[in-house]
T-cell receptor
């Protein structure tokens, strides 16, 4: 089946530093990738949607200068949390969609846990 | 616009008894519907999905869900709960590339 990986799975950083999270589709070409964040004991909140080669579309309330998304190829999207602060600590999950299925199908990565000290 | 509502934030059952996790959706188009499970500190795992084929969908680990268009529901069931089923469950609606998650239902299984 389709596999999406994320790297790193865990990251701890100091306040003020930037952190890059990678999301890769391993065995398919992802037409669209999504980035979510999940706070403890809460549901996933969509942050942004990115299509390969174009600018990401951010959800209302998500700072695009804070959360930089680059979707350089059909198999890789990156999320950079710039000047991270403790309130950015969260579980970040990416997913990818691909066409050619009977209906849209989305594959999730395993998530990246970010802790900002 | 579309949305999904999970009617129970927490469900507690005894091991061996049936599980029912309720989900209602709203969508202007024919949606795809999913149930995902998330164990503590783990990523999401797809349990099952409805994509306009059979309305009764069977998933992994003995779970199944029935799509009822007239009731706009997609409830998740399992005949007999196992301790390993304790987790957070998310109902998800997907239409035209827009995916919306329910708030989640925490399932507790008592021995």
């Amino acid at each position: 089946g389709a596999v999406v990986s994320q790297h790193p799975s865990w990251v701890i950083c100091k306040s003020g530093t930037s952190v890059k999270i990678e999301c890769r589709s391993l065995d398919f070409q992802a037409t669209t990738m999504f980035w979510y964040r999940q706070f403890p004991k809460q549901s996933l909140m969509l942050m942004a949607t990115s299509n390969e080669g174009s600018k990401a579309t951010y959800e209302q309330g998500v700072e695009k200068d804070k959360f930089l998304i680059n979707h350089a190829s059909l198999t890789l999207s990156t999320l950079t949390v710039t000047s991270a602060h403790p309130e950015d600590s969260s579980f970040y999950i990416c997913s990818a969609t691909t066409w050619g299925q009977p209906a849209e199908t989305q594959y999730f990565g395993p998530g990246t846990r970010l802790l900002v000290l | 616009a579309q949305s999904v509502t999970q009617l129970d934030s927490h469900v507690s059952v005894s091991e061996g008894t049936p599980v029912l996790l309720r989900c209602n959706y709203s969508s202007s188009y024919s949606p795809s519907l999913f149930w995902y499970v998330q164990h503590p500190n783990k990523g999401l795992q797809l349990l099952l999905k409805y994509t306009s084929a059979a309305t009764l969908v069977k998933g992994i680990n003995g779970f199944e869900a029935e799509f009822k268009k007239s009731e706009t529901s997609f409830h998740l069931t399992k005949p007999s709960a196992h301790m390993s089923d304790a987790a957070e469950y998310f109902c998800v609606v997907l239409t035209l590339g827009d995916m919306r998650f329910g708030a989640g239902t925490r399932l507790t299984v008592k021995p």
